[in-house]
């Protein structure tokens, strides 16, 4: 089992990394009951650069941005079932509203997020172009999340 990377051994991972000559991809999210969108989406991020690090809400950071009764999975959980993935290099939790401040750390090449968001509206633009990297949009598949998943489950008692 792989563990989520602490952010007080980041540096020296990234510094390790771009020694070699890596680009370095993020995205930051929930992911809280993983489903085929969320596969697709990290396949895709992973397209733009050598090494994928997602930015994972805290369990605290989720319940903040979801509310009460969320996550439906804990942190610890989330972390491994993404750390167990093809496309997936690496894990780092985050307890604030924004991952702007990881990011701020990460100083990524490229940053993806939904395709829900524009440069305009999403909260870590500013960080991503301040520190040079560039921002990708992806779309998402149609039908498919995490919020849907858990109506389709309450929908069968």
Do not use: W
Not at 71 to 84: C, F, H, K, M, S
């Amino acid at each position: 089992m792989r563990e989520p990377v602490k952010r007080e051994n980041l540096q020296e991972l990234l510094k390790e990394l771009r020694s070699q000559g890596k680009t370095i991809v993020t995205t930051n999210g929930c992911f809280d009951i993983l489903h085929v969108g969320h596969v697709r989406y990290l396949e895709e991020t992973k397209k733009f650069g050598d090494i994928l690090i997602v930015a994972l809400n805290s369990d605290k950071s989720v319940r903040e941005l979801k509310g009460e009764g969320r996550p439906i999975n804990n942190e610890n959980d989330r972390a491994e079932v993404l750390n167990g993935l093809k496309s997936v290099d690496y894990v780092v939790l985050f307890d604030e509203h924004s991952p702007s401040q990881l990011l701020a750390e990460i100083k990524p090449d490229v940053h993806t997020k939904g395709a829900d968001y524009t440069e305009e509206t999403l909260p870590e633009a500013k960080i991503i172009k301040e520190n040079g990297g560039r921002l990708e949009f992806i779309q998402f598949v149609p039908g498919k999340s995490t919020t849907a998943t858990i109506k389709k489950i309450n929908n069968q008692n």
